[in-house]
T-cell receptor, first 115, second 113 residues
Framework: AQKVTQAQTEISVVEKEDVTLDCVYE???????LFWYKQPPSGELVFLIRRNSFDEQNEISGRYSWNFQKSTSSFNFTITASQVVDSAVYFC????????????FGKGITLSVRP | DGGITQSPKYLFRKEGQNVTLSCEQN?????MYWYRQDPGQGLRLIYY???????QKGDIAEGYSVSREKKESFPLTVTSAQKNPTAFYLCASSLRGPYNEQFFGPGTRLTVL
């Protein structure tokens, strides 16, 4: 069975601070996909990034960056120079290869960015 | 604009009544999903459908039912058998294949009084 652990439940930072959201996953499959989603107060989940298990290259998109390390089964997300608009719940999710596989979510991290 | 529509945003029902939550998408996606979110919890899968006229139970299907008569629509019925139906319900859709990201609707907050 697959499992995603987001050990941090709530993080509070002051605007312009950098913040890293941790994600640790468990799976016995060698082919799998990792995702990050953002859920702002409006409630709708917004897709941020996908990474497959064969691609350990880190990714940077503006102020966002992701660090994927298979050796530690982690897929961490860093926001540089945080802004108030970054306040949201962030979910990490895992899905293994297979037609009927399901997306397994972590419990989410509530990020509050104070002005 | 392409997207997923869920209605209504807020829904109140009396205990013992069945209620149907609407989900419509115009993204031409084959796969659709229903999730339940409770405070402090991740999303839990209720039902999913990979193709019209076919659907499978997720992790918490008891007390729920779905239909998939059209590609665009995947309504969820919360029956009176669901013991704790008050929650936030999210519908999603995607292209088929586990590597494809799911797109989510705005959600329906159901409160059973």
């Amino acid at each position: 069975a697959q499992k995603v652990t987001q050990a941090q439940t709530e993080i509070s930072v002051v605007e312009k601070e950098d913040v890293t959201l941790d994600c640790v996953y468990e799976t016995r499959d060698t082919t799998y996909y990792l995702f990050w989603y953002k859920q702002p107060p409006s409630g709708e989940l917004v897709f941020l990034i996908r990474r497959n298990s064969f691609d350990e290259q880190n990714e940077i998109s503006g102020r966002y960056s992701w660090n994927f390390q298979k050796s530690t089964s982690s897929f961490n997300f860093t926001i540089t120079a945080s802004q108030v608009v970054d306040s949201a719940v962030y979910f990490c999710a895992l899905r293994i290869a297979g037609a009927n596989s399901k997306l397994t979510f972590g419990k989410g991290i509530t990020l509050s960015v104070r002005p | 604009d392409g997207g997923i529509t869920q209605s209504p945003k807020y829904l109140f029902r009396k205990e013992g009544q069945n209620v149907t939550l609407s989900c419509e998408q115009n993204l031409n996606h084959d796969a659709m999903y229903w999730y339940r979110q409770d405070p402090g919890q991740g999303l839990r899968l209720i039902y999913y459908s990979q193709i019209v006229n076919d659907f499978q139970k997720g992790d918490i299907a008891e007390g729920y039912s779905v239909s998939r008569e059209k590609k665009e629509s995947f309504p969820l019925t919360v029956t009176s058998a669901q013991k704790n139906p008050t929650a936030f319900y999210l519908c999603a859709s995607s292209l088929r294949g586990p590597y494809n990201e799911q797109f989510f609707g705005p959600g329906t907050r159901l409160t059973v009084l």
